[in-house]
Structures are given as C-alpha cells and as structure tokens.
C-alpha cells in the first residue's frame, strides 16, 4: 500500500477512480467516498500554492455541524500528496 501503489493505480485510472480507489482501498481505516469533494477541492488548491486557505465541509451526510481544515492539513490527513505534480510541495 502506499505512494507506490497510488502511483501505479494513477497510471491505470482517470483521476476520479483513482482518487476513490485511494480513499477506500489505500487508507486504513479507508474514508467514506463522501471526502471525494474534500479532496478534489485540496488537490486543486495545493496545486494552485494555496497551502493556507480554509475548507469548510461536513463530517458526515447526516452532520449538520461544519469543521474548518486548511488544505496542508487535508493533505496530510488523507495523505493525498500522489496527486501532485513531483515540483509542487508536499
């Protein structure tokens, strides 16, 4: 599993398989597929040097309740660094 295993599924998937694949098969415990929109919305951010900017999203589909993250703490979290190009900081 791993960074390995991502780029390999990178190379065999759109983006929106692989990111599911990554979310669901290569994180323990996996996340819910409900993240997804969390993830895309780091990943474009980061790729844009938006290391800092606030997301706001829900825990769950049945929490009412909204969290604030920053995108460097998404992709840390959900450890989506193999979804940047190898120039942009992880």
């Known amino acids: 599993m791993g960074l390995q295993n991502l780029n390999g599924m990178r190379d065999l998937l759109a983006f929106d398989a692989a990111l599911e694949w ?9 996340v819910s597929s409900y993240f997804k929109d969390l993830a895309i919305e780091a990943i474009a951010a980061a790729k844009d040097g938006d290391w800092d900017k606030e997301l706001h999203f829900h825990r769950g589909p049945h929490n ?27």
């Open 22 to 30: 990554h979310l669901r098969y290569n994180l323990y415990p996996p």
């Open 64 to 90: 009412t309740g909204e969290d604030v993250a920053t995108v460097r703490q998404v992709m840390d979290s959900l450890y989506l660094e193999g979804f940047l190009d190898d120039t942009e900081e992880p």
